[in-house]
């Protein structure tokens, strides 16, 4: 009993780090309809990033977040406005393909930077745990949720308490309806494409400390996003969080009592099995394109 629990522990501690990782991608899709593909490969740079930080300066790769967090900002402000925005309005499989190929020469310059050796940070704390009587807590494992938790919660203010917040949320709702009462749409794409961006600023850093990364491991993690945000429903935050919980203590359930190569396969598994019985996911919602008006 006290083994499942431990799992079950250490699983709601990665989901919640999950829930950061997805949180961008699914913000994406929801105001803008564009399935982000290269968000995987900008969050194996961003953890990238912090290993040259805690390498060359011994930075904590936690609060080196703060650090990454608004160069990856910038670098998603400069990726809309110089890719995306030329195809803001096209089909989703053009988006996915744009962002495919950006993920292939994002993971191409890495490649050349870093080469494909596996790289991670290990900060004092790295083997270190907090202890409550047979249960234990890896300090890394605690810092990075509580990291995550922390950044959505600023997520979470800026979407709920900011004008700029209310412009994102009424764009996702109602496109031609925040047209009408002066939502500048062009402007809030490419500050809600930065701001998804910049998720992955904080998210890499953590992920440095939690698991190695080379180059071409953004395609596993790419895929345990999908996952996360297929099972919540495409474009909900809280969905997103909800799937990311689920997901990540389902991973540790089957790494610990069926096979540590099989806990990935979960992510595919659930990608099919919502798109066959739930297409719209836990939050989502169903759409009607069978109506023409």
């Given at each position: 009993?006290?083994?499942?629990?431990?799992?079950?522990?250490?699983?709601?501690?990665?989901?919640?780090?999950?829930?950061?990782?997805?949180?961008?991608?699914?913000?994406?899709?929801?105001?803008?309809?564009?399935?982000?593909?290269?968000?995987?490969?900008?969050?194996?740079?961003?953890?990238?990033?912090?290993?040259?930080?805690?390498?060359?300066?011994?930075?904590?790769?936690?609060?080196?977040?703060?650090?990454?967090?608004?160069?990856?900002?910038?670098?998603?402000?400069?990726?809309?406005?110089?890719?995306?925005?030329?195809?803001?309005?096209?089909?989703?499989?053009?988006?996915?393909?744009?962002?495919?190929?950006?993920?292939?020469?994002?993971?191409?310059?890495?490649?050349?930077?870093?080469?494909?050796?596996?790289?991670?940070?290990?900060?004092?704390?790295?083997?270190?745990?907090?202890?409550?009587?047979?249960?234990?807590?890896?300090?890394?494992?605690?810092?990075?949720?509580?990291?995550?938790?922390?950044?959505?919660?600023?997520?979470?203010?800026?979407?709920?308490?900011?004008?700029?917040?209310?412009?994102?949320?009424?764009?996702?709702?109602?496109?031609?309806?925040?047209?009408?009462?002066?939502?500048?749409?062009?402007?809030?794409?490419?500050?809600?494409?930065?701001?998804?961006?910049?998720?992955?600023?904080?998210?890499?850093?953590?992920?440095?400390?939690?698991?190695?990364?080379?180059?071409?491991?953004?395609?596993?993690?790419?895929?345990?996003?999908?996952?996360?945000?297929?099972?919540?429903?495409?474009?909900?935050?809280?969905?997103a969080l909800a799937g990311a919980l689920l997901l990540g203590v389902a991973e540790a359930l089957t790494a610990t009592y069926v096979s540590t190569r099989w806990a990935v396969v979960v992510f595919y598994l659930v990608i099919?099995?919502?798109?066959?019985?739930?297409?719209?996911?836990?939050?989502?919602?169903?759409?009607?394109?069978?109506?023409?008006?």
């Amino acid at each position: 009993m006290t083994h499942a629990v431990q799992t079950v522990i250490l699983g709601l501690l990665v989901g919640g780090v999950y829930a950061l990782l997805a949180a961008g991608l699914t913000l994406v899709f929801g105001v803008m309809r564009i399935v982000n593909v290269a968000q995987g490969a900008l969050l194996i740079l961003s953890a990238l990033l912090t290993f040259e930080l805690w390498r060359r300066t011994g930075l904590d790769p936690i609060l080196a977040g703060a650090l990454t967090t608004p160069v990856m900002f910038a670098v998603g402000w400069a990726i809309y406005r110089l890719f995306v925005s030329r195809i803001r309005t096209a089909p989703v499989s053009m988006t996915v393909l744009l962002t495919f190929a950006l993920a292939i020469t994002i993971e191409g310059a890495m490649g050349l930077t870093w080469k494909n050796v596996f790289r991670s940070v290990t900060p004092s704390y790295f083997n270190q745990s907090f202890h409550l009587g047979p249960l234990f807590f890896p300090k890394a494992h605690v810092y990075g949720c509580l990291t995550a938790v922390v950044v959505l919660a600023g997520l979470y203010l800026l979407l709920t308490r900011t004008w700029a917040g209310r412009a994102i949320r009424a764009a996702s709702e109602n496109p031609q309806g925040s047209e009408l009462v002066g939502v500048d749409i062009r402007a809030v794409a490419a500050l809600t494409f930065a701001v998804a961006i910049a998720t992955t600023g904080a998210g890499g850093s953590i992920l440095s400390v939690l698991y190695a990364v080379f180059p071409a491991s953004h395609y596993q993690w790419i895929s345990r996003l999908l996952g996360i945000v297929v099972l919540g429903g495409m474009g909900s935050v809280p969905g997103a969080l909800a799937g990311a919980l689920l997901l990540g203590v389902a991973e540790a359930l089957t790494a610990t009592y069926v096979s540590t190569r099989w806990a990935v396969v979960v992510f595919y598994l659930v990608i099919l099995a919502v798109l066959l019985v739930r297409p719209q996911g836990l939050a989502g919602s169903r759409l009607r394109e069978d109506v023409v008006a």
